[in-house]
């Protein structure tokens, strides 16, 4: 293959998205970057409290612009070769919050998910283990452009999954999470290395990326 043209490790933001200080999100995006550190990529840890921003407001925005932390956010993407979220799911969807982050950061031009690869984890006390929230949570990053991982990983009865050292108490989903984690990287390194590989992401059969919808969704 040719040369590589992104020297050094792959970077990754992860992201703890959940307010709460002892959040089994904050402790599964803590597993993750580890096991990303361990894999050879330079990881950035943070919560979603670090980005602190109000509910959008359209008149806020024209009337004083975009809050900082939607910009140190947008900051921290642009930084980034990809990024994971570790979401808690509320009433069985994506929490308010992460939603918010999401449209306000859409609205730096050019938007920076265009185009960047995701991981969507959760964990959650219920058996579902958060998994209804990531479906929702796909649709408005898919919608702006992100590579969506199609596996995500979602952790049930996380109050009882977790031991003192930070791993997950069940060995096998512990062993799932990092092929999980080993397979996305290795996503990400051939679509940020490999110059020869031709970038596309074909929601549908016979799409094309310059298609009318397409351009709508990503612009």
């Known amino acids: 293959m040719p040369a590589d043209a992104h020297p050094g490790p792959l970077r990754v933001l992860v992201l703890g998205a959940s307010l709460r200080a002892e959040s089994a999100n904050a402790r599964l995006a803590a597993l993750v970057a580890r096991m990303m550190t361990e894999a050879g990529a330079t990881v950035d840890l943070a919560g979603l409290r670090d980005f602190g921003m109000p509910l959008y407001d359209g008149d806020l925005e024209v009337a004083e612009g975009l809050p900082a932390g939607a910009l140190e956010l947008r900051d921290r993407i642009e930084r980034s070769d990809a990024f994971v979220i570790a979401s808690p799911e509320y009433n069985a969807s994506v929490p308010g919050v992460v939603k918010n982050a999401i449209d306000w950061v859409s609205r730096v031009r050019p938007q920076p998910f265009k185009t960047k690869h995701a991981l969507l984890v959760s964990a959650s006390p219920s058996l579902v283990g958060g998994n209804r929230g990531l479906w929702a949570?796909?649709?408005?990053?898919?919608?702006l452009g992100t590579r969506v991982y199609p596996d995500m990983f979602s952790l049930a009865a996380a109050h009882q999954g977790f031991t003192e050292d930070g791993q997950l108490a069940d060995s096998g989903l512990q062993q799932r999470l990092a092929e999980t984690v080993r397979?996305?990287?290795?996503?990400?390194?051939?679509?940020?290395?490999?110059?020869?590989?031709?970038?596309?992401?074909?929601?549908?059969?016979?799409?094309?990326?310059?298609?009318?919808?397409?351009?709508?969704?990503e612009d």
């Not at 949570?137 to 919608?143: D, G």
């Open 137 to 143: 949570l796909r649709v408005p990053l898919e919608h």
């Open 183 to 217: 397979a996305f990287l290795s996503l990400v390194e051939a679509d940020a290395r490999y110059v020869c590989l031709q970038r596309r992401w074909y929601e549908f059969l016979g799409d094309r990326t310059e298609a009318p919808v397409t351009q709508r969704a």
